[in-house]
């Protein structure tokens, strides 16, 4: 499965990623209680739903979380057919 232990990260901009997303799931209870989000965004093929599938695990392991996994295209539909 996916986890922060076995991304591939290959440029600095993906160990920055990295680096930023183990952050947020480890202090996940904080961010939720304040109402921050995390937005991750790139091309193809540089590990974005690898680094929300590593924060899901860790979150659901740490804190018994329920998690959706959404593409934006998806999130822009909704919001269309609500307007």
Do not use: W
Not at 10 to 28: E, K, P, R
Not at 56 to 64: E, P
């Amino acid at each position: 499965g996916s986890m922060f232990a076995n991304y591939r990260a290959t440029s600095s901009a993906m160990t920055q990623a990295l680096v930023i997303c183990q952050g947020y799931a480890d202090n996940f209870d904080d961010h939720y209680r304040d109402g921050r989000n995390l937005l991750l965004c790139g091309n193809i093929g540089t590990g974005k739903t690898h680094l929300a599938s590593s924060i899901v695990q860790q979150v659901i392991r740490k804190l018994g979380a329920v998690a959706v996994i959404t593409p934006a295209a998806e999130i822009i539909r909704t919001f269309k057919r609500a307007m």
